[in-house]
């Protein structure tokens, strides 16, 4: 255990987990402290270098949507260790979400259940947030997404449309348990339709965050939407958001599961994706994923990047750093050169998708 979990973590938890959100912000915030006492963070091993949908990544461990919504300090989770983050969710109209309590911490498992409903600040305060960071976000070469979604496919498009100019490429979140309205994008024609929309706009990169396989309905489900993105060249899946479950602390009885519990599905539909997909399309492993040995298995599993949220909450601000170095580790053991060589994937190669050769 590193000294957050010993020593900060017990404080940090006495919080209601969205003070302890705002808290952790409001630290993020200070850029300078944090610069100072991240800056060897930066010198990520060379050999974990990843390339996929026509992005270089430093490293292949992300931060999944939902911990930055805002866009406000993408800079200082950057300068973290992750080879790349994913701002938002963003909705084009600013909403406040669902009402509170929305957040759950399940400690003994180191999970968290919520059903925040997309609160956002909406796209043109994202967008301000993301105009601030420009020049500090380009500068260390590591990518920087956003995540949107709308409750119309006129909404999606917008705030794509706002916000693709401002990073290097966006996610398109489909698959929030806790929004009603956003599941009708989980019917595959109007999938179709809307990818369909939105590669006829795009200059980036563009990604699809999938609602996860655990049950028959919800897997023949993930199979047909998985088929949509193949047909649409999308140029990434993330796989996937979190599990559907009754939870009655919270003030809508039910909402999403996230940690190490859904880490098992998490390899088994990246598996999936992967050999549905084949190998010109990027794969993100999202859920569950804690330490250098569950990235390493969603990478021989299929996936080039990893995406994390709950590990961070639970493991602190050296979560990323944690699973470079244990990656590192791995390489000096096996002697391998590269990330790629030791997950038995071909990055580097020329593999990406074709599309993005023109688009990037
Ligand atoms: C508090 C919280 C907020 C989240 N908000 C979003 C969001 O806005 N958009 C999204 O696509 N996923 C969101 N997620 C899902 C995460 O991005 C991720 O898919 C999920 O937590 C599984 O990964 P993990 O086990 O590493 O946390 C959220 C998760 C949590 C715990």
Redesign the pocket.
Known sequence: MGAYETFLRPLVFTLE?ERA?ALAEWGLRRRRLWRFLTWHYDRTDPRLRVQAAGLDFPSPVGL????D?QCSVLDSLLALGFGYV?G??VLKDPRPGNPKPR?LRLTRER????A?G?P?VGMEAAAASLERLRGRLSAPGKPALV?V?GLTQEDFLECHARLEPLVDGV?L?I??PNTRGLRVFQEPETLARLLAAVNAQRRKPLFV?LPPSHDPPSHDLFLSLLRVCKAQAVSGL?V???RPVEAPALAMGRG?L???P??AD?LRMVTEARAEVGQGMAINA?????TAEDALRALRAGADTV???????YQGPSVARRINRGLARMLDETGRASLGEMAGRGWGRGDRNDREADLV
């Open positions: 987990p959100q999944a949507a939902g911990y919504k994913v938002g969710t957040v999970a968290l259940v919520n925040l997309f956002s995540s979604a996610e979140n698959s929030s965050k993330t996937a958001n979190t999403g996230s940690g190490p859904l880490l998490t999202c859920g569950g994923i804690a995406q994390l949220l709950t590990a961070l909450v």
